[in-house]
Each structure stands twice: as structure tokens, then as C-alpha cells.
T-cell receptor, first 115, second 115 residues
Framework: DTAVSQTPKYLVTQMGNDKSIKCEQN?????MYWYKQDSKKFLKIMFS???????INETVPNRFSPKSPDKAHLNLHINSLELGDSAVYFC??????????????FGPGTRLTVT | AQKITQTQPGMFVQEKEAVTLDCTYD???????LFWYKQPSSGEMIFLIY??????QNATEGRYSLNFQKARKSANLVISASQLGDSAMYFC????????????FGTGTSLTVIP
């Protein structure tokens, strides 16, 4: 069983388009995240979200918005795509309450290419 | 200041030898967790090992061990008996309890195992 899944795995689109990436976790975790990994492999957290709180990295353009229909899903919407948005986007989940190590489990990533 | 510092952008190790990947962290929170993740060329992020700030003993998971030196704020990953499949990017990360369990990642170390 896949713990954290993302679709699509690859996304090629043109500048100015609007696109979405879907993420689902079946681990029963209470928190989900979106990360952007650039060409130099640097991981930048974009959002963390549980059913009580959305934390937005202030450097993320407001063209990016997370949408959570329920606890197991956190989708990423991107409006007016720009060339600089080309990257690999990772979804992750963790359990942030109740004790434990709270390690994050990552999805396989979505490689977004904007042309 | 950087929360997580990985000073080795690239490392080489001979197959079957041990290798240490460095990680230092910066926090004033007495409660935190330290993690290592592996990212092979296929792109997925794989959780390797966890160390809690109150853990007295160094964490070990198979061939992975975490050399935790709290006073020096270092959390180095030791891989024993390196294998070709260990070639990958390795990321050190920290979770701070005081910031609502926010995660911070380092810039990564690229490890190449030489046959």
C-alpha cells in the first residue's frame, strides 16, 4: 500500500496556465506538507496544514494555494505558472500530536516543467 | 541563522568502508528531533533514522547510526560497510517542538560509493 501518493508524477505545461497537483495519505496522519525542491536539490517548505492550522511560508507567492477537502488530502493549486516554478514538488505527512518521533513520510514527487 | 548546516556538498567512499556525513543544528528549544533522509537518483525521499533530544543513546538502524553530540549540536550520520546502493543525496532535518513541530532541512550531501 502506498503511504503518500501524488498525481501526476510529471507535469509539463505552458507559462500562464493554472494547474493542480493532488496528494493523498493513508497513514492517518494529522498534518500534511508541500515542499519545493529546486534544481540544486534544496528543499523548501511551502505549507504545512492540519485541520486547525495552515502555516504558509511567507516567501511563497500567493499564486500557490493548498486546498484540503479532508484530512487525508492536500492538493496544491498553482495559478499563472511561471518558468521559475519548474521544480519537483513533494507532498509529505506526519503525526504532529500524541508523542513519537513525528517523522515525515514523503510522496514520490511531481516534476513540474513550465515552458 | 541556518537551522541545519551540512557542510559537505559531496562525499566519496570506497565500497565496504564506513563514511560519516556531517550535520550541525541550531536551536534553543530543549525538545527537538533530528532526522536523516536519503534521496536516491530515482527521487523519492526515504526516512532513515531519528534521534530525540532527550535520548541518552545514539540511534541505530541497521548500517545507519546517528552520532549525537548534544553539547556540540551535531548529529552526524554514520553509514557502515558502504554499498553501491548507498549512493544518493542525504538530508539532515530537525523538528522543533516549540515551533509546533516545524521541520527544517539542510542543503544535503551527495554521497558516491566507489566500487
Amino acid at each position: 500500500d502506498t503511504a503518500v501518493s501524488q498525481t501526476p508524477k510529471y507535469l509539463v505545461t505552458q507559462m500562464g496556465n493554472d494547474k493542480s497537483i493532488k496528494c493523498e495519505q493513508n497513514l492517518g496522519h494529522d498534518t500534511m506538507y508541500w515542499y519545493k525542491q529546486d534544481s540544486k536539490k534544496f528543499l523548501k517548505i511551502m505549507f504545512s496544514y492540519n485541520n486547525k492550522e495552515l502555516i504558509i511560508n511567507e516567501t511563497v507567492p500567493n499564486r500557490f494555494s493548498p486546498k484540503s477537502p479532508d484530512k487525508a488530502h492536500l492538493n496544491l493549486h498553482i495559478n499563472s505558472l511561471e518558468l521559475g516554478d519548474s521544480a519537483v514538488y513533494f507532498c509529505a505527512s506526519s503525526q504532529r500530536t500524541g508523542g513519537g518521533s513525528y517523522e515525515q513520510y514523503f510522496g514520490p514527487g511531481t516534476r513540474l516543467t513550465v515552458t | 541563522a541556518q537551522k541545519i548546516t551540512q557542510t559537505q556538498p559531496g562525499m566519496f567512499v570506497q565500497e565496504k568502508e564506513a563514511v560519516t556525513l556531517d550535520c550541525t543544528y541550531d536551536t534553543s528549544d530543549p525538545s527537538y528531533g533530528l532526522f536523516w533522509y536519503k534521496q536516491p537518483s530515482s527521487g523519492e525521499m526515504i526516512f532513515l533514522i531519528y534521534q530525540g533530544s532527550y535520548d541518552q543513546q545514539n540511534a541505530t538502524e541497521g548500517r545507519y547510526s546517528l552520532n549525537f553530540q548534544k553539547a556540540r549540536k551535531s548529529a552526524n550520520l554514520v553509514i557502515s560497510a558502504s554499498q553501491l546502493g548507498d549512493s544518493a543525496m542525504y538530508f539532515c532535518a530537525m523538528r522543533e517542538t516549540g515551533t509546533g513541530n516545524q521541520f527544517y532541512f539542510g542543503t544535503g550531501t551527495s554521497l558516491t560509493v566507489i566500487p
